[in-house]
């Protein structure tokens, strides 16, 4: 089995340490604040400790535990860091779209204090990650982000390199060429061995690839001897796994030879993945039970490295629920005692407070009560007022003439006369009828199960021989279950367009409909008058109508064209 310290290709790592550890070892220089945060401190020590021994679960526990202690209102230096080292413990354990998130988090804690050196780290990692995970246009972009402020020539250089490396692997190798030769007439680099030669072999591979042999293997083999003379186990790999490539077509037996070097030093670090690609190679250039015994031999490592990869991210999503579990209750019992001490304080004045409301209320109460007492008092003196002005007005306008008119005839006209006296009881049975029907328009109104009988005989009362009203009902409405109010509104709406009709519209006939569904009630009324228009709608009463409908929640849409009859549409929801 694999041992549980994975490593992962050289120049990941490499590229770690180099811009998340060696960068963010400048923790020293975060401002040390007045009141130290000892939580943070010793969570911090126990982390780097842990870190630096390779204990990578325990190291990324103690980075959880310092991030959660930090204030994010100021300590956004600290937390960056402890998320910087979380995304390079989760990027050395293969779990890179975990490693992504904890980089990511790090971004909105970016402000004009942050050093550079924090923000190169976060985009370099971010790179990786997304190169990683085959997302190339991710990865190349949080590299330029990095490289626009990167302050010196080797971190540019660095940060070049793996931008070929992404066109490397996207097999853009002219691109790749353009990026990396003129990187080897750096000083820095130059001066640096393990960047130059991870330079020089990737610009030999590059070569290589276009088809140029012998510039890629010059390249590849400087590369190389760097590797050897400074003993970078780590690059050696890759250079014997570059050269084996170089030899798979032209020389099996040396492409195995180079195939099994790699493989030995991959072994020798540990470092998983360039064994795997190292046995690759040697399944491709061996036959029968030799290849057999690599095949089982990398199916065997690969098993292992996913179950430990898997793990590592298992335990990492653990430590990161736990901690935070741990937290919001930590952070719940001290709001439920800042709560108690409150709720303690509070109810010395909560008997006080509901002391006063109470009185307050019952003063509200009195105060309402003879407020509304004294509202509902005027406005049925109004209503009595508004009842007397109206009968009063009726009577002026539709008997007192008649009333002399007849009184008139009577004491001008010979009554012995069969026909002035036929006259005279006309004129008596008209003034009777046309009082009869102002008694009931201001009779009190049954609601109850005699309501539609006695609003259809309403209807029909302004029957005569020049107008004849058709009444349309197909008795699916369940006026019981209509509201009184509702009911009582409909009758005077109707009421007002009787005498509406008969005073104004000059029609012969007129049509009331009754239409249910499940959400109101239609009433339709039209007739075959001369029609009316707005300015007339007011001085008609009209407006009343509208007033009782709305009062109600109803609508009601007058249809009014001159000389073309009157349309009333009425909906009273149930």
Known sequence: MIAKKLYFPNFYLLLILLFAISSCSKKQSIPKEKKINVAYQVYIDYAEKYFANSQYNRAFFYYNKSKLACDSSKDNAKIIYSL??????????????SSETSATEAIPFFDKTTDNQYKIAIYNTLGINYK??????NAIYYYNQALNIAETELQKAILKNNIAVIHMEKQNYKDAIQILIPLLSIKEVIDNDQNHARILDNLGFSYFKTGNFQKGFNY???????????????????SYYRLSEFYNKTNPVLSYHYAQLSYAKATKVNNVNDRLKSLEQLIKNSTGNQSKKFTTNYLRINDSLNKATQKAKNQFAKIKYDSTKEKNENQLLKTQKIENALELEQQKNRNYVSYFLIFIGILSTVFLYYY?????????EKAVYESETRISKKLHDELANDVYQTMAFAETQDLQNPIKKETLLGNLDKIYARTRNISRENSKIETGAKFEEELKEMISAYNNNQTQIIIKDNGDINWLKIQSAKKIALHRVLQELMVNMKKHSQCSFAVISFESNEKCIEINYSDNGIGIDNTLILKNGLHNVENRIHAINGTITFDIETNKGFKVKIAIPK
């Open 84 to 97: 910087l080292k979380m995304a390079a413990i989760q990027q050395i354990q293969g779990d890179y779209a």
């Open 372 to 380: 509304l007492k004294n509202k509902s008092k005027k406005e049925k």
């Open 220 to 238: 590849i083999n400087q590369a190389l001897k760097i590797r050897e003379q400074i003993k970078d186990d780590f690059g050696t790999t890759t």
């Open 132 to 137: 990683s995970l085959f997302d190339y246009n």
